[in-house]
């Protein structure tokens, strides 16, 4: 028998959303680095979701540090109407690489969204299969916020299309610039 646990739960901001552009709202970057910051000496990883006013947070990690963070959770002013989506036991953490990742809001939300009738976040309705394909929306999204120094995942993991693209074009140019000087280099013996 396993330890280890995994809780999902959903809650309703009580700080007002600022209008910043998009970016991270300012207390939910709080929120994260707090996190980011004590999650790991207790064992715990996960991820957080926020969209239209809700927390949905996903904590693994040993039995008691999820009860001690849980109680911590229910007395933080900062959201209410804590409610737990799901608990139960797992195998080993399967968000192991992220002390806690950060999920933006973002079209494809929206689409899971869609496809169960709904038009905005209320995790509130969610049933066990919503919650289960958000779980695995926040395992397949990349962590954007760039916030992150605690746990960096290993680059394959990591590895998004986009940065592979842009990877290439960073090593690229040096390479052609060095082929270009030793060509230069080369002929310049050679004419001499
Ligand atoms: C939505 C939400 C998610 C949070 N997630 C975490 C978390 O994963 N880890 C954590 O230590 N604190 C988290 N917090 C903050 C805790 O409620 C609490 O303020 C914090 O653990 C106290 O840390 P401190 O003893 O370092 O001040 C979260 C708060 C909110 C509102």
Redesign the pocket.
């Known amino acids: 028998m396993s330890d280890i646990h995994q809780l999902v739960y959903a809650?309703r901001?009580t700080f007002q959303p600022t209008d910043n552009g998009g970016g991270v709202e300012p207390e939910v970057a709080r929120?994260l680095m707090?996190?980011r910051?004590?999650?790991p000496r207790?064992g715990?990883v996960?991820a957080?979701y926020?969209g239209d006013g809700c927390?949905f947070?996903c904590?693994e990690g040993p039995r008691a540090s999820i009860d001690d963070?849980f109680g911590?959770?229910q007395?933080?002013p900062?959201?209410r109407d804590v409610l737990v989506l799901r608990r139960h036991e797992i195998a080993a953490p399967s968000f192991a690489e992220w002390s806690?990742k950060y999920v933006p809001t973002a079209g494809d939300v929206q689409t899971l969204l869609a496809m169960h009738g709904k038009d905005r976040f209320d995790p509130y309705t969610f049933d066990e299969r919503l919650i289960e394909a958000m779980v695995g929306l926040l395992h397949h999204r990349a962590d954007s916020d760039g916030l992150n120094p605690v746990a960096p995942p290993p680059r394959a993991a990591r590895t998004m299309p986009e940065e592979t693209h842009e990877g290439g074009a960073r090593w690229l140019l040096p390479v052609l610039v060095f082929v270009a000087v030793a060509v230069a280099a080369v002929a310049a013996v050679l004419l001499r």
């Open positions: 809650s901001a929120i707090q996190s910051r004590n999650n207790r715990l996960g957080l926020y927390f947070q904590l963070l911590r959770l007395a933080d900062r959201h806690m």
